[in-house]
C-alpha cells in the first residue's frame, strides 16, 4: 500500500511494486550520481551519498549536549543539582520565551554551512538540518501545538526570493508531523543587518519589528509554539517575537535555531 499526495493510501499492484520502484530508483540513483558525484556540502569532498558531511567537517560541528540551561539552552560546565538548570544569565535576565534550544554551536564549520545555506542558495542540507533541529528540539516539539519562523521584511524576501528560518521550519515540521505556519508573524518594517551590532543595538533595531493580524491571534490563541531561526547571537530577535506571541495570546513560546553563539565564560554559574 502506497499513500497518494493528499496522505491517503492507494493500491499499486505488486508486480509494480516488485519490480519498478526498485529498477527506476536504483538506475536513476545512480545516473544522477554518475552526473553529480556526491559531495561534502562543506567542503566539496567526494563522500558516499547527497546532502551530507564529510568525517572531517562532521568533527568540527560542536553539538550543544546535555548539561544545558533550561531556559537559554546553552551549555552547562556541569549539573546545578537540585531543581532546574539555570544559567547565571537566565536567572539574572530571563528571557521572554520559555525554552530555547539549538542544534550546535555558532563556530566557523557551522558559520560556513548557514551563511552558504542562507546566502548562497546551497540547499542541499536542508533535511540534514531539519534533522538536526528535531534532535535538539525534541522536547520542545513533542507538546507544541505550532512552528512559526521568523520573517522577513518583504523587501529582504524578495531579493533573497527565500525565507531561510522559513525553510527550517517546514523541514522541522515535516519531520516532526508539528503544523507549521508561516505567516502567523509579520515583519512590519525594515531593519539593518545585526551582524556587527552590540546587544543593546540589535534589541534596539528590532523593537516594533513585529506584529500579528487578528487572524495570527485566532490562530496561536491558548497554543503552545515554537519560533524558528537560523542562528541565535544575543537573542533580541527571538526576544522580540516572543514578546509578540505572548501579547497575542500564545500560552508557551519555546525557540529552536539550528546554532546559537556560547561565550563560554558567559553562562558559567
Known sequence: MAMSETGSPTAIPAKVMQKRPGFLATTLGSLADLLLPPVCIVCRTRIGNHGLLCGACFAEIDFIAPPLCERLGVPLPYETGDGPNLSATAIANPPAYDRARAAARYSATMRDLIQSFKYRDRHEGLPLFGRWLVKAGHELLVDADLIVPVPLYRSRLWSRRFNQSALLAREAGRLSGVPVDCFVLK??????????????????????????????????????????????????TVEACAKVLRRGGASHVDVLALARAVEPTAFML
Do not use: C, E, H, Y
Open 187 to 236: 515583519r512590519v518594517r525594515a531593519t539593518a543587518s545585526q551582524v556587527g551590532l552590540t546587544a543593546k543595538q540589535r534589541k534596539r533595531n528590532v523593537a516594533g519589528a513585529f506584529k500579528i493580524g487578528p487572524a495570527g491571534k485566532q490562530r496561536i490563541k491558548g497554543k503552545r509554539v515554537i519560533v524558528v531561526d537560523d542562528v541565535v547571537t544575543t537573542g533580541a
